[in-house]
């Protein structure tokens, strides 16, 4: 009796897979017929199939898994960095009067700041190395972390927080049992946008700065013209920063299971 259902949800989430998959493999199709017409040269547009076996070969050799382990390994610890000290900034700031005092100016001022014009400082303090870089990712990043944080936090029901200090709860206790779990949908709003922005900044920092990692490497082959190993950096630049997304969108459910949004979800699914 329950075989049908069973097998009517299988076949939907199937479904809802190649759905997903159909516009990139569309795209994908389109890209190797434009490529294969004449309308463009080699050099300008390769063919995805040459870019995929460039890619096959450089992991063949190494290089694609010592490029991309470098570029993660950047792209991660900053993003570490960012959600810790964001989400501790973003507290600091929703909890006390001075704090936002004093950070709330340098937060609304920095956020639309194009964060790249610091990469010379950067460079000049912390020179051409992982520091320089994580550092970039950082400046980046943690925005993101602690403009959502402050909203969610400041969003939470005050009945919710009336009921826990007349349960008895202290300051500690409402921040961090009551409070950042109501804020938490938001607080993962802000980690799903800093994600991605880790992986750009990494990117255009070891393009910027040289060395190893996908940016270097596309650095690379553009200097030396190669146009198939420059396509190959973006067709794995985008696959990377896809996987990211879709393991921050399963870690966002898995955290929420407990919340309404979570709910909605299964519901539709």
Same mark, same amino acid.
């Given at each position: 009796?329950?075989?049908?259902?069973?097998?009517?949800?299988?076949?939907s989430?199937?479904?809802?897979?190649?759905l997903?998959i159909?516009?990139?493999?569309?795209?994908?199709?389109?890209? !190797?017929?434009?490529?294969?017409?004449?309308?463009?040269?080699?050099?300008m547009?390769?063919?995805?199939?040459?870019?995929?076996?460039?890619?096959?070969?450089?992991?063949?050799?190494g290089?694609?898994?010592?490029?991309?382990?470098?570029? +993660?390994?950047?792209?991660?610890?900053?993003?570490?960095?960012?959600?810790?000290?964001?989400? +501790?900034?973003?507290?600091?700031?929703?909890?006390? *009067?001075?704090?936002? @005092?004093?950070?709330?100016?340098i937060?609304?001022?920095?956020?639309?700041?194009?964060?790249?014009?610091?990469?010379?400082?950067?460079? +000049?303090?912390?020179?051409?190395?992982?520091?320089?870089?994580?550092a970039?990712?950082?400046?980046?990043?943690?925005?993101?972390?602690?403009?959502?944080? *402050?909203?969610?936090?400041?969003? *939470?029901e005050?009945?919710?927080? @009336?009921?826990?200090?007349?349960?008895?709860?202290?300051?500690? !206790?409402?921040?961090?049992?009551?409070?950042?779990?109501?804020?938490?949908?938001q607080?993962?709003?802000? $980690?799903?946008?800093?994600?991605?922005?880790? $992986?750009?900044?990494?990117?255009?920092?070891?393009?910027?700065?040289?060395?190893?990692?996908?940016?270097g490497a596309?650095?690379?082959?553009?200097?030396?013209?190669?146009s198939?190993?420059?396509?190959?950096?973006? *067709?794995?630049?985008?696959?990377?920063?896809?996987? +990211?997304?879709?393991?921050?969108?399963?870690?966002?459910?898995?955290?929420?299971?407990?919340?309404?949004?979570?709910e909605?979800?299964?519901?539709?699914s």
């Amino acid at each position: 009796m329950t075989a049908a259902p069973t097998t009517s949800h299988l076949a939907s989430r199937l479904g809802g897979i190649a759905l997903g998959i159909l516009p990139i493999a569309l795209l994908a199709a389109g890209w !190797e017929l434009v490529a294969s017409s004449g309308l463009v040269t080699p050099f300008m547009l390769p063919k995805l199939s040459a870019v995929l076996q460039r890619i096959f070969d450089d992991a063949l050799a190494g290089e694609l898994f010592i490029n991309l382990g470098l570029t +993660l390994y950047r792209a991660l610890v900053g993003f570490a960095i960012s959600v810790v000290g964001g989400v +501790l900034l973003g507290a600091a700031m929703a909890r006390s *009067v001075p704090v936002r @005092w004093f950070f709330d100016p340098i937060i609304s001022v920095g956020f639309p700041m194009p964060k790249i014009a610091f990469l010379p400082i950067m460079v +000049l303090w912390l020179g051409f190395f992982d520091v320089s870089k994580i550092a970039m990712i950082v400046l980046d990043a943690i925005f993101p972390v602690v403009t959502a944080t *402050v909203a969610g936090l400041n969003s *939470v029901e005050r009945e919710l927080i @009336w009921s826990a200090r007349n349960m008895g709860a202290s300051e500690r !206790e409402l921040l961090w049992q009551v409070m950042l779990p109501a804020a938490l949908p938001q607080i993962l709003t802000g $980690l799903q946008v800093s994600l991605p922005l880790c $992986l750009i900044v990494a990117v255009v920092a070891e393009m910027a700065m040289g060395g190893y990692g996908l940016g270097g490497a596309m650095n690379t082959a553009s200097r030396f013209a190669d146009s198939r190993g420059v396509f190959a950096g973006i *067709v794995e630049i985008a696959a990377v920063g896809y996987c +990211l997304i879709k393991l921050m969108s399963l870690l966002r459910r898995r955290l929420l299971l407990w919340h309404q949004e979570a709910e909605a979800m299964i519901s539709t699914s």
